[in-house]
């Protein structure tokens, strides 16, 4: 099996690497969100081959890096991460409401939300939620709860990422694609 320790350029942010692999064959390795938040995995191309990835520790694979090129046979690695949606909550309504209001309602969809054991980023006035069950499930629990003065709507996730950041992007993405099972406990609390 080989292995990698570097990733040489990236195929969707270098001009030079995207004219020199115009046309290359490119074998894709598909990583989901939780792999490419690894820095030492291994993964299978599109041909079946089994590839080992051994990064720097706290090194991060992209999307289009290139793990190798051989000009001799035209051929290249290439990362592909396949992002799921995002659902975006718009606050801006709520935003401009009265102190007490904007607590009262962020409250509430914080509660709807925590109860789904949904993770979530607060950016502005948005909030990304990444899809970590069916898009009609999201959409029933947001409508169920007839939250006033939002709006919402799935976004890629390839969309989102621009205006996060690399931290954010981790916890957005980072476990969604795990499976996520949670035990309820029954909490007592007391007031002294």
């Known amino acids: 099996m080989k292995i990698f320790s570097e990733v040489i350029g990236n195929l969707a942010s270098d001009p030079e690497w995207t004219e020199k692999l115009k046309y290359a064959n490119i074998e894709y390795l598909d990583l989901d ?32 890096d290139i793990l190798e090129y051989n000009p001799a046979q035209n051929k290249a690695i290439v990362i592909h991460i396949e992002l799921k949606p995002v659902l975006v909550v718009d ?79 981790r916890q957005l993405f980072g476990g969604s694609s795990q499976e996520i099972t949670h035990h309820h406990e029954h909490h007592s609390h007391s007031v002294h």
Not at 36 to 61: D, N, W
């Open 33 to 64: 969100q939780w792999t490419a938040q690894k820095s030492r995995f291994i993964a299978k191309g599109k041909e079946g081959a089994e590839y080992a990835v051994a990064l720097k520790r706290h090194s991060q694979i992209e999307n289009g």
């Open 91 to 169: 606050l801006q309504k709520i935003a401009q409401q009265n102190p007490v209001e904007i607590i009262r309602r962020c409250v509430e969809i914080g509660h709807a939300v925590g109860n789904q054991h949904w993770p979530a980023i607060v950016k502005e006035t948005k909030l990304y939620i990444p899809l970590t069950v069916d898009k009609k499930v999201m959409t029933s629990v947001m409508d169920t709860h007839h939250f006033e003065d939002i709006t919402y709507e799935f976004q890629s996730g390839s969309e989102v990422i621009p205006f996060l950041a690399p931290h954010e992007i």
